[in-house]
Protein backbone atom coordinates (compact mmCIF):
# COMPACT_ATOMS: atom_id res chain seq x y z
CA UNK A 1 0.00 0.00 0.00
CA UNK A 2 0.83 3.54 -0.43
CA UNK A 3 1.26 4.21 3.44
CA UNK A 4 1.16 2.45 6.99
CA UNK A 5 -2.39 0.85 8.09
CA UNK A 6 -3.47 -0.35 11.42
CA UNK A 7 -6.19 -2.28 11.83
CA UNK A 8 -8.73 -1.60 13.74
CA UNK A 9 -8.85 2.40 13.74
CA UNK A 10 -11.19 2.06 17.13
CA UNK A 11 -11.11 -0.96 19.22
CA UNK A 12 -13.20 -0.73 23.07
CA UNK A 13 -12.38 -3.63 25.47
CA UNK A 14 -13.21 -4.19 28.94
CA UNK A 15 -10.90 -4.13 31.13
CA UNK A 16 -9.26 -7.54 31.48
CA UNK A 17 -9.61 -9.12 27.86
CA UNK A 18 -6.82 -9.70 25.49
CA UNK A 19 -6.67 -7.30 22.54
CA UNK A 20 -4.50 -7.33 19.40
CA UNK A 21 -3.68 -4.38 17.35
CA UNK A 22 -2.42 -4.83 13.47
CA UNK A 23 0.26 -3.10 11.55
CA UNK A 24 0.90 -3.30 7.81
CA UNK A 25 4.21 -0.95 6.99
CA UNK A 26 5.11 0.25 3.93
CA UNK A 27 6.00 -2.54 1.60
CA UNK A 28 9.70 -2.75 2.23
CA UNK A 29 10.36 -1.07 5.09
CA UNK A 30 13.31 -2.97 7.19
CA UNK A 31 12.18 -0.75 10.46
CA UNK A 32 8.99 -0.48 12.72
CA UNK A 33 8.42 0.93 15.58
CA UNK A 34 5.43 0.58 17.71
CA UNK A 35 4.57 4.22 19.96
CA UNK A 36 1.77 4.71 22.92
CA UNK A 37 0.50 8.20 23.12
CA UNK A 38 -1.58 8.84 25.75
CA UNK A 39 -4.15 12.17 25.07
CA UNK A 40 -2.36 15.14 25.16
CA UNK A 41 1.01 13.59 25.03
CA UNK A 42 3.51 12.68 22.56
CA UNK A 43 4.29 9.69 21.51
CA UNK A 44 6.40 7.45 23.30
CA UNK A 45 8.58 4.58 22.40
CA UNK A 46 7.25 1.33 22.70
CA UNK A 47 9.24 -1.18 20.52
CA UNK A 48 11.49 -1.75 17.32
CA UNK A 49 11.73 -4.52 14.52
CA UNK A 50 14.12 -4.79 12.15
CA UNK A 51 12.55 -6.81 9.68
CA UNK A 52 11.60 -10.26 12.23
CA UNK A 53 14.15 -9.15 15.04
CA UNK A 54 12.32 -7.61 17.88
CA UNK A 55 15.75 -5.54 18.71
CA UNK A 56 14.52 -2.93 20.98
CA UNK A 57 11.63 -3.68 23.42
CA UNK A 58 12.59 -1.58 26.37
CA UNK A 59 9.39 0.78 25.92
CA UNK A 60 6.95 -2.20 26.83
CA UNK A 61 5.55 -1.09 30.18
CA UNK A 62 4.68 -4.40 31.40
CA UNK A 63 4.87 -7.84 30.14
CA UNK A 64 1.20 -8.24 29.46
CA UNK A 65 2.98 -6.04 26.07
CA UNK A 66 4.06 -8.49 23.57
CA UNK A 67 4.89 -7.27 19.93
CA UNK A 68 5.70 -9.70 17.01
CA UNK A 69 6.53 -9.24 13.51
CA UNK A 70 7.33 -13.19 11.96
CA UNK A 71 7.99 -12.76 8.52
CA UNK A 72 9.71 -8.98 8.78
CA UNK A 73 6.25 -7.42 7.28
CA UNK A 74 3.17 -6.89 9.23
CA UNK A 75 3.62 -6.54 13.32
CA UNK A 76 0.95 -7.53 15.79
CA UNK A 77 0.83 -5.90 19.38
CA UNK A 78 -0.89 -7.72 21.95
CA UNK A 79 -1.99 -6.75 25.25
CA UNK A 80 -3.42 -9.14 27.64
CA UNK A 81 -5.16 -8.54 30.75
CA UNK A 82 -6.19 -5.01 29.69
CA UNK A 83 -6.08 -2.40 32.22
CA UNK A 84 -7.86 1.33 32.40
CA UNK A 85 -4.08 2.78 31.99
CA UNK A 86 -3.65 1.21 28.41
CA UNK A 87 -5.99 3.15 27.04
CA UNK A 88 -4.65 5.17 24.32
CA UNK A 89 -3.66 5.26 20.64
CA UNK A 90 -1.33 2.96 19.43
CA UNK A 91 0.76 4.43 16.66
CA UNK A 92 2.65 2.47 14.25
CA UNK A 93 5.50 3.60 12.14
CA UNK A 94 8.28 2.49 9.70
CA UNK A 95 11.29 3.04 7.72
CA UNK A 96 12.97 2.13 5.10
CA UNK A 97 16.51 1.26 6.29
CA UNK A 98 18.34 -0.27 8.86
CA UNK A 99 21.85 1.45 9.08
CA UNK A 100 22.92 3.60 12.23
CA UNK A 101 23.49 6.58 10.31
CA UNK A 102 20.36 6.88 8.57
CA UNK A 103 18.47 10.14 8.10
CA UNK A 104 14.91 8.58 6.92
CA UNK A 105 11.92 10.25 7.87
CA UNK A 106 9.72 7.55 9.96
CA UNK A 107 6.04 7.03 8.57
CA UNK A 108 2.87 6.67 10.75
CA UNK A 109 -0.06 5.07 10.54
CA UNK A 110 -3.34 6.67 11.58
CA UNK A 111 -3.24 4.68 14.91
CA UNK A 112 -5.34 2.34 16.70
CA UNK A 113 -7.47 4.26 19.49
CA UNK A 114 -8.19 1.81 22.07
CA UNK A 115 -10.09 2.55 25.26
CA UNK A 116 -10.38 0.29 28.01
CA UNK A 117 -14.17 0.24 30.04
CA UNK B 1 17.92 10.94 29.75
CA UNK B 2 16.88 12.75 26.55
CA UNK B 3 14.04 15.41 27.20
CA UNK B 4 11.81 17.52 24.67
CA UNK B 5 9.97 20.47 25.52
CA UNK B 6 7.34 22.95 23.67
CA UNK B 7 6.31 25.81 25.07
CA UNK B 8 3.25 26.76 24.72
CA UNK B 9 1.13 24.40 25.09
CA UNK B 10 -1.42 25.65 22.62
CA UNK B 11 -1.29 28.90 20.29
CA UNK B 12 -4.12 31.14 18.59
CA UNK B 13 -3.31 33.53 16.08
CA UNK B 14 -5.44 35.15 13.12
CA UNK B 15 -5.13 34.32 9.58
CA UNK B 16 -1.78 35.77 7.67
CA UNK B 17 0.26 36.14 10.56
CA UNK B 18 4.37 34.82 10.63
CA UNK B 19 4.83 32.51 13.71
CA UNK B 20 7.13 30.68 15.65
CA UNK B 21 7.00 27.09 17.26
CA UNK B 22 9.80 26.14 19.77
CA UNK B 23 11.28 23.20 20.27
CA UNK B 24 14.07 22.34 22.97
CA UNK B 25 15.97 18.99 24.22
CA UNK B 26 18.49 18.53 26.82
CA UNK B 27 21.01 16.32 25.05
CA UNK B 28 22.27 17.61 22.07
CA UNK B 29 23.28 14.37 20.66
CA UNK B 30 21.27 13.46 18.21
CA UNK B 31 21.39 12.63 14.78
CA UNK B 32 18.73 14.57 13.69
CA UNK B 33 15.65 16.53 14.50
CA UNK B 34 12.41 15.67 13.02
CA UNK B 35 8.78 18.14 12.93
CA UNK B 36 5.68 16.66 12.52
CA UNK B 37 2.04 17.81 11.91
CA UNK B 38 -1.24 15.84 13.86
CA UNK B 39 -4.16 16.47 12.88
CA UNK B 40 -7.69 15.41 15.12
CA UNK B 41 -7.62 11.42 15.03
CA UNK B 42 -4.67 11.06 12.42
CA UNK B 43 -1.56 9.72 12.86
CA UNK B 44 1.76 11.99 12.62
CA UNK B 45 2.83 13.52 9.12
CA UNK B 46 6.50 14.63 8.74
CA UNK B 47 6.82 17.94 8.01
CA UNK B 48 10.69 18.73 8.05
CA UNK B 49 14.02 16.15 8.76
CA UNK B 50 17.11 18.25 9.89
CA UNK B 51 20.09 16.12 10.04
CA UNK B 52 22.47 17.77 13.01
CA UNK B 53 25.15 18.46 10.88
CA UNK B 54 22.01 21.10 9.09
CA UNK B 55 21.31 24.42 10.39
CA UNK B 56 17.91 24.73 8.49
CA UNK B 57 15.18 23.38 5.97
CA UNK B 58 13.09 24.24 4.05
CA UNK B 59 9.35 23.21 2.75
CA UNK B 60 6.99 25.54 1.23
CA UNK B 61 5.80 28.14 3.70
CA UNK B 62 7.55 25.95 6.75
CA UNK B 63 11.10 26.63 7.53
CA UNK B 64 13.01 24.61 10.85
CA UNK B 65 15.79 25.47 11.90
CA UNK B 66 18.36 23.76 14.74
CA UNK B 67 20.78 24.73 16.78
CA UNK B 68 22.14 21.72 17.99
CA UNK B 69 24.26 23.30 20.85
CA UNK B 70 22.21 25.24 22.49
CA UNK B 71 19.26 22.18 22.31
CA UNK B 72 16.69 24.72 20.20
CA UNK B 73 15.03 23.68 17.14
CA UNK B 74 12.29 26.01 15.88
CA UNK B 75 9.48 26.27 12.66
CA UNK B 76 8.20 28.98 11.09
CA UNK B 77 5.44 28.61 9.40
CA UNK B 78 4.43 32.18 7.18
CA UNK B 79 1.46 33.84 5.81
CA UNK B 80 -0.73 31.28 8.63
CA UNK B 81 -3.76 29.78 6.77
CA UNK B 82 -6.94 27.98 9.11
CA UNK B 83 -5.61 25.11 7.48
CA UNK B 84 -2.95 25.25 9.58
CA UNK B 85 -4.75 24.47 12.46
CA UNK B 86 -3.50 21.05 13.95
CA UNK B 87 -0.82 20.03 16.68
CA UNK B 88 3.09 20.02 16.20
CA UNK B 89 5.20 17.99 17.20
CA UNK B 90 9.17 18.06 17.23
CA UNK B 91 11.11 14.80 18.19
CA UNK B 92 14.72 13.93 18.20
CA UNK B 93 16.58 11.10 16.80
CA UNK B 94 19.55 10.51 19.54
CA UNK B 95 23.11 9.04 18.89
CA UNK B 96 24.07 5.65 20.74
CA UNK B 97 20.95 3.63 19.38
CA UNK B 98 22.66 1.81 16.41
CA UNK B 99 20.41 1.27 14.03
CA UNK B 100 17.53 1.65 16.31
CA UNK B 101 16.20 5.18 15.03
CA UNK B 102 13.37 5.28 18.10
CA UNK B 103 12.38 9.00 17.98
CA UNK B 104 12.01 11.27 21.51
CA UNK B 105 9.14 13.40 20.90
CA UNK B 106 8.04 17.23 22.84
CA UNK B 107 4.12 16.67 23.67
CA UNK B 108 3.36 19.15 21.10
CA UNK B 109 1.79 22.56 19.94
CA UNK B 110 -1.72 22.80 18.89
CA UNK B 111 -2.17 25.69 16.58
CA UNK B 112 -5.33 27.39 15.90
CA UNK B 113 -5.64 29.75 13.12
CA UNK B 114 -8.71 32.05 12.90
CA UNK B 115 -10.29 33.04 9.65
Known amino acids: GAGVSQSPRYKVAKRGQDVALRCDPI?????LFWYQQALGQGPEFLTY????????KSGLPSDRFFAERPEGSVSTLKIQRTQQEDSAVYLC???????????????FGDGTRLSIL | KQEVTQIPAALSVPEGENLVLNCSFT??????LQWFRQDPGKGLTSLLL?????REQTSGRLNASLDKSSGRSTLYIAASQPGDSATYLC??????????????FGKGITLSVRP
Open chain 1, 93 to 107: ASTSPGTETSNQPQH
Open chain 1, 27 to 31: SGHVS
Open chain 1, 49 to 56: FQNEAQLD
Open chain 2, 27 to 32: DSAIYN
Open chain 2, 50 to 54: IQSSQ
Open chain 2, 91 to 104: AVRPIHTGANSKLT
